[in-house]
Each structure stands twice: as C-alpha cells, then as structure tokens.
C-alpha cells in the first residue's frame, strides 16, 4: 500500500454524551455549540438511538478536556445528556493511506495485530483513508509497534 503510515495522539481526552434525545438535529446542536466555542472534536462516534436516546463519544484535545465538558453540561441549555463521562487516560492510533477503502481486510488486519498484542480498542472509527481505534493512553507505543509491524515491515 502506498503512503501508508501509523500515527498516534496521546494528548487526547474521550468524551462520553449517554443518553441523548434520538432525534434529527441534535448532533448539529451539539457539535455546532462545540464549534463555534472554538473546539475541536478529533473523532466522534455514535450509537444507534434505542428507547429514544442515543449515546455520542468523542475525542478531543486534553487541554480542552474541561472546558468542552462545562460547554456540553452547562451550554446553553439546548444539549441534554443523561450524563458526560470525562476519561482522559486515552489515547488514538491510527493506519492512515489514501487508498485504504480500496484494499479488503485492512480494519481486520488493524484489529488482529492489536489483539495479539493484548490491546483493547474501546472505541473504533474507520473512513475512506483511516482506521483509528482509541485504547489506553498507557498501551500506544506498544499499539504503534504493532500496526507498524503488520502494515509497514514490508515497506521499511
């Protein structure tokens, strides 16, 4: 695969929004008041809304951590969540190519590599051009080692 490389941000905190109401618009709610408070969100994942809520988890920088939290508690009152789960002990990892939605099994590959190493992903989003899991903050160099060695040794 060409360009491929494996990145790593350790300066990173997860957010968890439980209980959110399941309805259009809420996300642009959200990420709208987040957005124009100036921060960034690195990656969000959702589930699907059961019993009329949902639950949005996402990655923002660790010096943000805080204020992003007083935002969506405290905002402008808009944003309801049952409850914001702060975890900063986290960390992302990520296989990062231009044609990886080209190429079969690279998410499986990812996944395999960090298994037998004995790393949990607690959070998993893929796209056109990355895989990136969050794991434990404490486990990265060793989650980078193993998806340098399953997708770079070849390309070293």
Do not use: W
Not at 45 to 63: F, K, M, P
Not at 72 to 95: F, M, P, R, Y
């Amino acid at each position: 695969m060409e360009q491929l490389r494996v990145e790593s941000n350790q300066e990173i905190s997860r957010i968890l929004l439980r209980g959110v109401p399941d309805r259009p618009g809420i996300a642009a709610e959200i990420f709208g008041e987040l957005g124009s408070r100036g921060f960034n969100v690195e990656m969000v994942v959702t589930t699907g809304g059961t019993r009329g809520t949902a639950d949005i988890c996402l990655a923002v920088s660790r010096t943000q951590q805080e204020a992003v939290r007083q935002a969506l508690e405290h905002g402008t009152g808009k944003i309801v969540a049952a409850d914001v789960v702060v975890d900063n002990q986290v960390a992302l990892v990520s296989v990062v190519g231009p044609s990886l939605a080209k190429v079969p099994g690279v998410a499986g590959r990812a996944f395999k590599a960090l298994s037998a190493r004995g790393i949990n992903i607690d959070v998993i989003s893929t796209s056109l051009v990355s895989v990136t899991c969050m794991i434990a903050r404490d486990r990265a160099a060793e989650a980078v080692a193993a998806l340098e060695g399953e997708f770079l040794r070849d390309h070293a």
